[in-house]
Structure formats: structure tokens, C-alpha cells
């Protein structure tokens, strides 16, 4: 299910749509994207990007999109700035998800018929134990969360497929996996080139052996890094069967497909002296409680232990000699992952309940307290975990809410027999500081939730929601060695030490419950496996050469991935079961899915050549070369330049065209990806990378830009909830300019960004507005003002032109793709607005068109559809991808701060009008209208007062003393206070406006503290008389200095703060009618005064009719003041009985009697109350 949100109506988003119909049918026709290496060396950069391909279980959604975006954007900059660029695009179908759905499918129509009938009883879901820490899932350990997310609320995988709108005939292909293979991939390259993907398809593939140039593409890869000895064989985790006696594949479960491993830090707290009753036989043996935890960071806040009084435990013998207690169920998973002696078994040396080590005193690490207890935690359940719990209420909801229970309630501790001393000294220990919750968190969200015991269990489960993973992103550590430092940067340093100290161990659970096909319960063993030793020392400085050299741009990127390789070891690359490459030495084992994606990127610069435009491979390319002939001696040559010509019947010049593609594209220049494949899939990336090409460093990633998830509408996407869209659901509702545009605009940081649909619908009507006035401006070309655009409005646009192409671009270059939206669209259309606004004589033809093109070109990465469009609107024959990045001229700074301070002070003035029109009495109490102004004098100050020089000159000083920044208020109020000429002003105006200067400070640097302004206040405005006289409704402005005025006004008014007085001049009210037949002028009324030239009565006019220019009309009076405003007008001679006013002509107006007269030539004539205007 996907949202809906009511619109008014699809009338644009289906222009827009149509337009990106066209304009995708020209790209194609024209191969816009498809592109080789030049036969020789042309000079022209290069820039190669890659994004990690999507997993092929169903169709591209908008979390997918947000990610490639950033690499789709950067390629349409890229372009612009003239490199040659190459974007391929593989599509992923390796590992266990799609062999499992399909699997699952078999067993449905074996089980349940087809079409299956599934029982109305509620089916046999995987129950996920309420646990107490949410896990932050490490993609690194299986493909899970892929087909999780698509499966929504269905409980079946026949519903998930009826979920993807497929129908039960279509529905049974699925059960064999080769069709996913065949399906899903044509509707991802389709919904991608729909939304406008500059992506060069030759070079795209499928992964597995169902590809036969990729699969050997891949058996390469691994035969060669085990020659270089990084593929080695030992034990490693596996989901086991006991009752089997061998590994539990997903194909061979009842329950529990696509579960894997979930690794957790054993802590141990070690049961001090004396041993209670039920322990008295274990004396002078090392006891220790065993919790496992998903936060072995979170140690530092440790209060007590929770065990449940009515749960069996059992205390058994490790293999060094320390005596664990557990529940029977995780001595057993201990049992085979190397904690005793013998495999598989355990010796119970003790038997007891929780009630037997209530009150137990324990010595726990990392806790400040010299000693803890185990108290009672009634909801501990047995399948997850120990059924040991640490409790840490400063950051776990449900340990605070258990703890307070046990605090306020006496009876509670009496029946379980715990004294007030192991309670009641026992407070939350602030630890970690998690934005918005403090640095209790736990604490925070329980009185924000208002729980009110471990009972509320809905809201303790909103409050892990809320806190959990916010903590673990953007959390910072508040104690200890890592002080300052993010969890998510720190979490395994904390882990490691322990594990070092013998603090805690490293212990494995399945992730769920998995029942074999025999009905055992199965458990984590060390199985013998093939792995990748990403420990090892030479390979790990190697990845740590690649980091250094590898652009990142971000330092949370760069930490996440120095943290990775502080802690990663070695990393599982085979498996028994899915699809995927079989390993080429032991074909029983299949490369692991992580793992045949490290280097692929070298593939896709041969893919077009060894592949007939087929995803599977299955028609040979341009060069005729077949899979078999593309040995391990042929990939060498193609990859390693130093390797020999091979034994084959492939010509030399075929290889040499496979070399030389791959030696022009190599390195990658940039791979986009989520934030969450930093500590695996991208770290892995480096590793490969520096493996294969161990002497060249050339060959090595250059770029890494990860980002956060996707929110939508700022919730969660979740298909369960139906806060879902599909990539081609979202092109639907929004076009693909529109939901780019919207993509762009939802965040640049790590963090996470939200996709917000009502800002989507505002971006769509800014596309569709600039297109309409697009077209305005081609069909309106004459009116526009000609010659050369020098008044100060044209230089103060081209300025504003220069200044938007070249911030957009520094954006562009640090892929800061919201911030380039906001100059390059957003800011530069304000720019055309302010233009404008105050190009009182008409906009400049050259400036219009110069400005069109620079924001079809600057927007063109985000927006190419309409770009394109409107590119061929102007006449360009070559298509916008073949164009340039706009060049900028020189930045003309002040005349940019003189228009901001003009469009500052209008503002202010508008405001100030709009208080003197509607007057507040006493207490808010409105007034009567009052008569608005017509004459304003504006005051401009040559310098600031005495006071606010002396404090603008004292306190730059003390900011660049200070290191470039304000010491203290109370530092600052010292050293003003010690100054004999602002000892008067202190109390009520130097601290305030301390205030103000240093809120400038922060938005415009340090020029908010200069005693001048770079500019002329006063010519400025006396150059945009008339606009200031349009836009504030005036007849008359007048400029002065303060030093004319008054001494309040001398005393207030300072450089770029000008004051104003505002009053009403008398005049005579005069009908203006526009007797022309089918005219869309109306009849006004307006006042005429003493002194009015006609150009003033004229422009009173056009301020109430915006459509006339002064060069359009004409203005007459009656030759009969009396009787000709009462005769009917004779048609078409609108000019009969009338008599031209002309230009040099002066009104004057009799207030008491209200007459009205022009001299015209030295004469008076009486006009009475009726004018006439004709627009020519």
C-alpha cells in the first residue's frame, strides 16, 4: 500500500510528464549516455561513478532513489563542466533472498494447493521476542532486511507477491528462481530511465552463473586473491542443527529463512563472596552472571543485574575454569561455539531458579559502583538472550521504568527478599548525550511518555523506538576514554577492550528462532568455512593507504570507516545455499553476496563489449568474445598491465580494446551509497580494491559519498504501515523533474533526510511557473527594454547572476545537492524577482535571456527534463547535455549588499505604512483607519551615533583578540562599562545592542561590525526613487541626512537603519475614466494635488492599473468640465470633445472648494472632477 494525499489536480505533473516522454525518446534515439574511451588521449578528464547495484526482489523504491540521486546529480554537473562521464549500472541477484521466496513458493503450492488456500486461522508467524534493545542491523550479516522490507504485513510469500501486484498466474513462475532473474531486472532499468538516469545500459548486468562473463568475471576475482593468500579456510559462524549434526541452510528450515548470526558482547559480572546457599558448593571457583548485550558501550551506567525469580538457570563449567550461569538454552549455543571443553556439551554443575541469586552482590565492568545486585525483572523471557539482563536505566526505558517500580514500591522488594541498600543507592548514570533527550534519555522519554511502570509495555515500546537508534547515530559518549566521541564511531573500541580484559566475550545467537526441517532448534556454531582475513596486518594498512587518499567528504564518513578498520577480522565469502558464483576450488560452497561485489566496478568497463546489450550475457558483444574464452590468463591481461599476452585465440586487438577501456575508466572517481554499508560492503571495496592492485595505487577508489536513510513525510517508510513509495509511483505522482527536485531538496548529511510530498507539489508548480514564464518571455521578446543594460537595477542583476552561478557551483563540487537547489533555483528565481520589481523602466531583453539560460543550465542536474525542453525553446540545436556550465563575470559585492539593503529597507518601510494605515490604541485596542500617507522624508545617517561607534570599535577589537570570537556578556559588559562616554547609555541601549551586532555577526561575518556601510545610503535610494514611490504607494519621497533632523532622530538613526516620517498631503479627489469601446481599463479615483505634474498623475495611475506604461497613455480633460463628463461617448472617436494635457502641464487644486485646474502655456483651465486616460 502506498500513501495518498488529496491534490487539487494532475494538470501540471501531466505536462511535465509529457514533456519527460519526449525528451527521454530523444536521449535514446541519440544514445546521449552511451560512451567509450577515446582511441587516443584527447585531454579530456574523465569521471566514473558507481552506485552499489540494487538487490532484484522486486521493484526500485524511493529509498533507493534518494541514494543514487546524489550520483545522478553529480553527473549532470560533471557534464556540464566538460568530462567525459560514464555512470553503468548492474542489477543484483546473488545470495539467499530470491532462491529462499522462491523456495517458500514451492512449499506453499506443495502445502496449501494452487492458487494456495491458506488457513483462516492466523498463520504460522515467526515470533520476535520483545527484547530490550532494538538491534542496529549490520548488513554485513545477511540479506534479511531486503526482503523484510518488501514483504510488508503478508504473512505468506504468495501474499507478498499478490502485494506486488502480481496475479496468481504470474505469481507460480516465481517459484522457480530463475524467473525473478528474468523479471525484475527490465522493470528496474525501465523505472530508472523513466526517471531520467544518465546511465549507459550496454554495460549493465546480472550477477550469479546465470551470467556467463560475470561469473567468470568473479571466479577471477577469487582465484586471484587466494593466490595472494586473502581467501583462507577455519571456523567461522553458521546457524547449526544439533539434531543434524551439520549447518542449517535456509533450504533445509522449517523456520526462519534468510536468519542469520546476531553477534553480542557476553558481559560478565563476576558473584562476589559469600556465595548464597544454592552457590556454596562453587566456592574458590570464579562465578560470573553472563549477560548479553547489543550495547556494550552503554557498561558505564550499570546499576544492577535483572534476573526472573521463576526462571530456570544453570551454572556450568567453561573451558577456562570459570563458572558461567545461563539458561539452559544459551549454555547450549555456548556449548558450540568453543565456552567448554567438549562440543556441543556442557557441564551443569548447578541447577536454581532466579529467586536463588536474588540479592547476589556483583562486580560488573566499566560501572562506576564497586558493587551491583540482581534484582527482579518479571517479563526476562528465556528464547533471547541469557535470561541475564544488565540493567541501564540512564538509556534503557524498560531498566528505568523497572527500577523506579522497585524504588517506590516496598512490598515489591520484600517479597523477593531485596534490601533497600541494593536499591535505593542505585540512581541513573548520565553516560551518552543523545540530542533531544539529554543525557538521561531513558529518563527524558519516560516522563515525555508519561510511563508509568515496566507494565506500560505499548509505551516503553515507542520509547526504545524513539531513543535506541537516535542514540546509537548521533549519540555522544559523556564518560570514560571515548568521552566526546560517537557511539557509532567508538562502540567496537569499547567492545574490543573488554573483550581484551576478559571482561566480557564475544558470543552468537541466530537472529531468530530457526527450526530445522527435523523440528531442532538450532543454534550458532563454529563451522569450518571459507573466509576473507580482513585482519590481516599487511592487507589492513593497505585499506588504511586506500582511506587516506579516498575523498569522503564528510568526517562522520571518514570516522565510521577508520572505526571499521580498527575492529574488522575476517568476513565469512562462502555459502551452501542461494544463487552466485560457486567458489572455483570447492564447488560445494557459493561466493557469499557481499563478497562477489568488491571489484565489479572493473567489470562494467568491459561489460558492453563482451555482452550483446543482454542483462544475463547470453548473446556474445561487438567483439565476438564467447565466456569460455575468458580465461584467468585473458582477465589478467585486461586488468594488469604488466601481465603478459595470454595463450588464446581472442586477437590482439580485441584484448587491447578490452585494456584500454578498463585502463581509461580505472579508478572509480566516486561510489554512492547508504551511510549503512561504510562498515561493510564499502569498507570491503577498499580491501578488494587494494588486493587486486596491490602496486597501484591509481587503480584505488578516489571518492565515497554515503548519506542517511529516506524519510518520508518525516515517518519512517514502512510498507506495513502503507508509508511506502515506489520509484515508478512516485514518477507518477510527482513527474521525475519533480520528484528529483524534491530528492534534492530532502537533505545532504548523514543524517537522516525527508522526502516531504507537500514540498514536492510546491516544486512541481515553481517547474511548471518557470516554464509558463519561459514562454512569456519568447512571445513577448519586443517588449522587452533593448539597448545596453547599464541603470542600477541591470548592474545589480547581472551581479546577482554571477554570484548564483558561481555558489551553485562550489555547492555542486561538495555534493551538497540541497544547498545547490537553494542558490541555483530557489535564490536565483528571488533574484529574477527582485529584478523585477525594481526595474521600473521594463526588464532587459540580453539580462532575460542570460538569466533563462543560466538557471536552465544551473538546474539542469536536478531538473534535466525540463531543462532540455526548455533549452530547445531558446534555439539551441544540441542537446543540454552536450552544454557548458554558464560562465560567470565578476561579483560586484557592494552593489549585492546595496540591493539586499534596498529590498531590506522597502520591506521595513511596507511595514511601517501598514502601522501608520491601522493605528493599535491602548492595550492592543484597534483605531479607526487612517488615511494612508503620501509623502514620506527618509533620514540616512553619515555615521552611527557616538555610542554605538565607540561600541562597534571596541568590540571588533575584543572579537579578533579573542581569537575571532566574543568573550563572555559579562566580559564584554567590563570592558564597555569602564568607558566614561557609554557609562549613560549601558543600563538600557549598549547590551542590547551588543545583542543585535553579535546575532549580525552570525549571519553576515564580521562587516556587521564596520562603522560605514560600502555603499552610498542615500544615492541608492535616490536612484530607486520611483521604485521605492511604487512599491510603498507614495506621490512624494524625499532623502535627507540626519544631521538635518531632529535630535531624537540624529540620535537613532545609523548606517543602514534609515528612519522615516510619514504624512498625508491634502488634495482633490478626480474620476479618471477610459472611454475606448471593449477596453480592459477601468474608471478610478484618485487624488490630484497642489503642484502635480501630469508624469505624477500619470504614475498615481499606473500604480492602480500595473498593465499601462507611461509611454502608453494618454491623458485629456474636457473642453466642457461640466457637461462632458455627461455626454455619451460617440463610438470609436473616444477623443471627440477632449483636448490633450501636456507633458509640461502643472495642476493646481482649491482645497476649500474643491476645483481643480491645470496651466497649460501660462493659462489656467478648469478640468473639473472627470479626466480621461487611452491606452495607445
Not at 588464446?648 to 551511510?675: A, C, H, N, Q
Request: charged share 30%; hydrophobic share 35%.
Amino acid at each position: 500500500m502506498e500513501i495518498e494525499v488529496e491534490r487539487k489536480g494532475t494538470f501540471k505533473v501531466e505536462a511535465l510528464l509529457e514533456i519527460e516522454r519526449q525528451v527521454q525518446k530523444r536521449w535514446e534515439q541519440d544514445r546521449v549516455f552511451e560512451v567509450d574511451a577515446p582511441e587516443k588521449d584527447d585531454g579530456k578528464d574523465k569521471f566514473f561513478v558507481t552506485f552499489p547495484y540494487p538487490y532484484m526482489n522486486g521493484r526500485l523504491h524511493l529509498g533507493h532513489t534518494f541514494s543514487l540521486s546524489k550520483n545522478e546529480f553529480i553527473m549532470g554537473y560533471r557534464r556540464l563542466q566538460g568530462k567525459r562521464c560514464l555512470w553503468p549500472f548492474g542489477l543484483h541477484c546473488s545470495g539467499m533472498p530470491i532462491k529462499a521466496c522462491a523456495d517458500k513458493l514451492q512449499r506453499e503450492m506443495r502445502e496449501y494447493g494452487y492458487p494456495p488456500v491458506f488457513p483462516k486461522t492466523e498463520a504460522p508467524k515467526e515470533e520476535v521476542p520483545a527484547d530490550k534493545e532494538p538491534i542496529i542491523k549490520d548488513k554485513s550479516k545477511g540479506k534479511k532486511s531486503k526482503a523484510a522490507a518488501k514483504a510488508g504485513a503478508a504473512e505468506y510469500q504468495w501474499q507478498i507477491m499478490q502485494s506486488l501486484g502480481l496475479a496468481d498466474h504470474e505469481i507460480k513462475h516465481f517459484a522457480d528462481a530463475a524467473y525473478w532473474l528474468e523479471y525484475f531486472p527490465p522493470l528496474a532499468k525501465k523505472d530508472l530511465q523513466c526517471m531520467g538516469l544518465k546511465v549507459d545500459w550496454r554495460r549493465s548486468f546480472i550477477t550469479t552463473d546465470a551470467n556467463p562473463y560475470y561469473d567468470s568475471f568473479v571466479r577471477w576475482q577469487f582465484l586471484t586473491l587466494k593466490d595472494r593468500n586473502k581467501v583462507k579456510f577455519g571456523k567461522r559462524y553458521t546457524i547449526f542443527s544439533p539434531f543434524d549434526n551439520q549447518p542449517c541452510m535456509d533450504h533445509d528450515r522449517q523456520t526462519g529463512e534468510g536468519v542469520g548470526p546476531q553477534e553480542y558482547t557476553l558481559i560478565k559480572m563476576q558473584v562476589l563472596e559469600p556465595y548464597p546457599t544454592k552457590l556454596s558448593g562453587l566456592k574458590g571457583k570464579s562465578v560470573f552472571l553472563v549477560a548479553a548485550t547489543l550495547r556494550p558501550e552503554t557498561m558505564y551506567g550499570q546499576t544492577n543485574c535483572w534476573v526472573r525469580p521463576d526462571m530456570p538457570y544453570v551454572a556450568f563449567q567453561t573451558v577456562w575454569g570459570d563458572v558461567f550461569i545461563s539458561t539452559r538454552r544459551a549454555a547450549r549455543n555456548m556449548a558450540y561455539q568453543g565456552f567448554t571443553k567438549d562440543d556441543g556439551k556442557y557441564e551443569t554443575l548447578v541447577e536454581l531458579v532466579g529467586q536463588d541469586i536474588m540479592g547476589v552482590a556483583l562486580k560488573a565492568p566499566l560501572t562506576g559502583y564497586d558493587r551491583i545486585y540482581t534484582l527482579p525483572m518479571l517479563n526476562i523471557k528465556e528464547d533471547k538472550g541469557t535470561g541475564v539482563v544488565t540493567s541501564v536505566p540512564s538509556d534503557a526505558p524498560d531498566d528505568f521504568a523497572a527500577l523506579r517500580d522497585l524504588k517506590k514500591k516496598k512490598p515489591m522488594r520484600e517479597k523477593y527478599q531485596v534490601t533497600d541498600e541494593m536499591v535505593l543507592p542505585y540512581d541513573p548514570v548520565p553516560i551518552i548525550e543523545v540530542p533531544g533527550f539529554g543525557n538521561l534519555s531513558a529518563v527524558t522519554v519516560c516522563e515525555q511518555l508519561k510511563i508509568q511502570s515496566q507494565n506500560d509495555k505499548e509505551k516503553l515500546a515507542e520509547a526504545k523506538e524513539r531513543v535506541y537508534l537516535k542514540g546509537f547515530y548521533e549519540g555522544v559518549m559523556q564518560i570514560g576514554e571515548h568521552k566526546g566521541k560517537k557511539i557509532q564511531d567508538v562502540k567496537q573500541y569499547i567492545k574490543k577492550s573488554m573483550v581484551d580484559k576478559r571482561e566480557a566475550i564475544v558470543y552468537m545467537e541466530p537472529e531468530r528462532q530457526v527450526t530445522s526441517r527435523s523440528g531442532d532448534e538450532c543454534v550458532v556454531a563454529l563451522c569450518d568455512q571459507w573466509y576473507l582475513d580482513y585482519g590481516e596486518e599487511e592487507w589492513k594498512k593497505q585499506a588504511t593507504d586506500a582511506l587516506q587518499q579516498l575523498e569522503t567528504f564528510t568526517d562522520d564518513v571518514r570516522k565510521n570507516f577508520e572505526a571499521t578498520l580498527d575492529w574488522l577480522h575476517e568476513h565469512a565469502c562462502s555459502r551452501s545455499y542461494g544463487l552466485g558464483t560457486k567458489i572455483p576450488w570447492d564447488e560445494q560452497y557459493l561466493v557469499e553476496s557481499l563478497s562477489d561485489s568488491t571489484i565489479y566496478m572493473a567489470y562494467y568497463t568491459v561489460a558492453h563489449l563482451l555482452q550483446a546489450g543482454t542483462f544475463d550475457g547470453s548473446k556474445p558483444g561487438p567483439l565476438g568474445i564467447r565466456p569460455e574464452q575468458m580465461t584467468r590468463e585473458v582477465w589478467n591481461y585486461v586488468f594488469f598491465k604488466s601481465a603478459p599476452f595470454p595463450k588464446t585465440d581472442i586477437p590482439k586487438d580485441k584484448l587491447s580494446r578490452l585494456r584500454r577501456e578498463f585502463e581509461y575508466w580505472y579508478p572509480v572517481d566516486l561510489r554512492v551509497s547508504g551511510k549503512d554499508l561504510v562498515p561493510n560492503h564499502l569498507t570491503y571495496f577498499l580491501y578488494n580494491h587494494c588486493a587486486i592492485w596491490p602496486d597501484s595505487k591509481a587503480k584505488w577508489p578516489q571518492g565515497v559519498r554515503a548519506n542517511g536513510h529516506l524519510l518520508l513525510n518525516s515517518e519512517k517508510m514502512s510498507k506495513s504501515t502503507g508509508n511506502f513509495l515506489t520509484l515508478s509511483a512516485a514518477i507518477q505522482k510527482f513527474s521525475a523533474d519533480g520528484m528529483r527536485l524534491a530528492l534534492a531538496d530532502a537533505g545532504d548529511t548523514v543524517e537522516d533526510a525527508n522526502f516531504v510530498e507537500r514540498m514536492a507539489d510546491a516544486g512541481i508548480l515553481r517547474l511548471y511557473t518557470f516554464l509558463e514564464w519561459v514562454k512569456e518571455m519568447l512571445a513577448g521578446t519586443e517588449a522587452l527594454r533593448g539597448g545596453t543594460p547599464t541603470n542600477w537595477s541591470d548592474r545589480a542583476f547581472t551581479s546577482e547572476i554571477n554570484k548564483g552561478i558561481l555558489e551553485t557551483a562550489t555547492r555542486y563540487d561538495r555534493m551538497m545537492f540541497k544547498e545547490a537547489v537553494k542558490t541555483g533555483f530557489y535564490e536565483f528565481q528571488a533574484s529574477l524577482s527582485k529584478y523585477k520589481e525594481i526595474a521600473t523602466e521594463g526588464m532587459h531583453r540580453e539580462l532575460v535571456f542570460r538569466f533563462i539560460e543560466a538557471q536552465t543550465l544551473l538546474l539542469a542536474p536536478v531538473c534535466p527534463h525540463l531543462c532540455e525542453h526548455v533549452w530547445g525553446l531558446l534555439g539551441k540545436k544540441e542537446s543540454i547535455m552536450q552544454a557548458m556550465w554558464p560562465q560567470a563575470g565578476p561579483v560586484d559585492e557592494v552593489m549585492n549588499e546595496a540591493l539586499n539593503y534596498l529590498m531590506d529597507v522597502a520591506h521595513d518601510f511596507r511595514l511601517r505604512l501598514k502601522n501608520f494605515a491601522e493605528p493599535k490604541g491602548k492595550k492592543g485596542a484597534s483605531q479607526p483607519p487612517a488615511k494612508r500617507p503620501t509623502h514620506m522624508t527618509i533620514w540616512v545617517a553619515k555615521t552611527f551615533p557616538t555610542w554605538q561607534h565607540l561600541t562597534l570599535t571596541t568590540l571588533k577589537k575584543m572579537y579578533e583578540e579573542n581569537n575571532n570570537s566574543f568573550p563572555e556578556n559579562k566580559d564584554i559588559a567590563k570592558v564597555l562599562g569602564g568607558l566614561e562616554d557609554l557609562k549613560k547609555y549601558m543600563k538600557k541601549k549598549v547590551m542590547p545592542f551588543v545583542a543585535m551586532v553579535k546575532t549580525n555577526v552570525e549571519k553576515q561575518g564580521t562587516r556587521a561590525m564596520d562603522v560605514t556601510l560600502p555603499f552610498d545610503e542615500k544615492a541608492v535610494l535616490e536612484e530607486n526613487m520611483k521604485y521605492l514611490l511604487n512599491t510603498l504607494e507614495l506621490d512624494y519621497i524625499e532623502v535627507k541626512f540626519s544631521t538635518e533632523a531632529e535630535d531624537k532622530v540624529k540620535e537613532e538613526c545609523c548606517p543602514g537603519k534609515p528612519l522615516s516620517n510619514l504624512w498625508v498631503e491634502p488634495g482633490v479627489e478626480v474620476t479618471f475614466v477610459n472611454p475606448q469601446v471593449a477596453s480592459s481599463h477601468f474608471t478610478w479615483t484618485l487624488a490630484v494635488r497642489q503642484g502635480d505634474t501630469r508624469d505624477k498623475v500619470l504614475g498615481r495611475l499606473m500604480r492602480m492599473d500595473r498593465t499601462i506604461k507611461a509611454t502608453q497613455v494618454k491623458l485629456m480633460r474636457y473642453d466642457d468640465p461640466v457637461a462632458g463628463p455627461r455626454t455619451i461617448p460617440t463610438f470609436n472617436k473616444p477623443e471627440l470633445g477632449k483636448t490633450t494635457i501636456p507633458e509640461s502641464s502643472v495642476f493646481h487644486v482649491d482645497l476649500e472648494t474643491q476645483n481643480v485646474s491645470v496651466s497649460e502655456n501660462g493659462k489656467s483651465v478648469d478640468v473639473g472632477r472627470t479626466l480621461v486616460y487611452l491606452v495607445q
